[in-house]
């Protein structure tokens, strides 16, 4: 009688412990759909800030060196058309120094995202004189005589890389709440402490050089940075989230100082933006299905796509 109960006992333990292993495998089992939909929500956010950094390593590194990806590494270009127009700038020693180490910042953002995600093939860019003419144009409502070129001096291609990180970090920012995987926001987080310090190195030179008159033009350096940034959010189309080097005391931080050499909300927080607000601007048309200004054919991977078929 005794070796029965034992015999019972045994048999019920037998059967728990299965039961548990059989339900614990399953459980296991259905992790890779989960992980599935994880990587494929993530995929589309991570390849879509590609198309900020092959123009950015490519305006940089042409900036600094009269060459891009084509030389550097055509393999990150995946057989993507090479840029229109990018030229090497006439920089002074320092800019073209600090010019240099974001051109190589963006390779190495390059391979790090094309590590995660397979990505997609360099865009059709247009990094010519008269694409960011054409911006400035549009900043100040009226036609530059002689047309803005950035690649001129060390003042106009700081003024231009003005326009490049900083849309890119508010990416950045916007897409981190929307990830799913652990990899995902660790890689975005990183994407974003170096944008934005470049972006901070860009608005701390030219804050040095805020009351500057950029000639032939008759207009300081920092009423630029206020007419580009009022554009941005005229195209982004969704409120204030960008803001020149110098603003009314009531806006700066805490409300207490005009200077404004990071940028931030009313707790000096990042802006975030989608990607559609994203398109809207670097597109220059404020409308994510109309693409031009420095995409002539328009961006590329899942995102962009869908609002171009």
């Known amino acids: 009688m005794g070796r029965t109960k034992e015999r019972r006992s045994l048999l019920v333990s037998t059967i728990t412990v299965l039961f ?7 459980q296991v089992m259905s992790c890779p759909e989960q992980k599935t939909n994880c990587t494929d929500q993530d995929r589309k956010l991570l390849e879509f800030p590609l198309n900020l950094e092959y123009l950015e390593a490519e305006f940089f590194l042409f900036g600094a060196l009269g060459f891009g990806l084509d030389k550097v590494d055509p393999n990150l270009t995946m057989g993507g058309p090479s840029p229109i127009g990018a030229q090497k700038a006439k920089l002074d020693p320092l800019t073209r120094d600090i010019v240099l180490q974001f051109a190589w910042q ?8 094309k590590k995660t995600v397979t990505g997609f093939a360099r865009p059709l860019l247009d990094l010519s004189i008269k694409s960011f ?6 900043a100040f409502g009226r036609k530059f005589v002689p047309p803005f070129n950035p690649y001129a001096n060390s003042y106009n291609y700081l003024i231009a890389s003005y326009l490049v ?3 890119g970090l508010t990416g950045y920012v ?3 709440p929307k990830l799913q995987c652990p990899a995902s926001r660790k890689l975005v987080a990183g994407l974003l402490g170096v944008e934005s310090g470049q972006d901070a190195v860009i608005r701390t030179m030219l804050y040095a050089r805020a009351t500057h008159i950029v000639h032939p033009y008759g207009i300081t350096v920092a009423a630029f940075t206020d007419r580009i940034s009022c554009l941005r959010n005229k195209l982004g189309k969704m409120g204030v989230k960008d803001e020149g080097l110098v603003v009314p005391k009531a806006m700066g931080a805490e409300g ?5 050499v990071l940028v931030g909300d009313e707790l000096s927080l990042a802006f975030d933006r989608t990607p ?19 995409y002539p054919k328009g961006a590329d991977g899942e995102i962009a796509k869908s609002y171009l078929a």
Do not use: C, Q, W
């Open 165 to 167: 990180p900083y849309v």
């Open 20 to 26: 548990f292993f059989n339900t614990h495998y399953l």
């Open 174 to 176: 916007g897409a981190n």
């Open 106 to 113: 963006e390779v190495g953002h390059l391979r790090a995202i």
């Open 133 to 138: 003419a054409k911006v400035m144009d549009d």
């Open 276 to 294: 559609e607000e994203i398109l809207r601007i670097v597109y220059g048309s404020g409308n994510e299905r109309v693409p031009g200004g420095f």
């Open 256 to 260: 207490h100082v005009a200077g404004n």
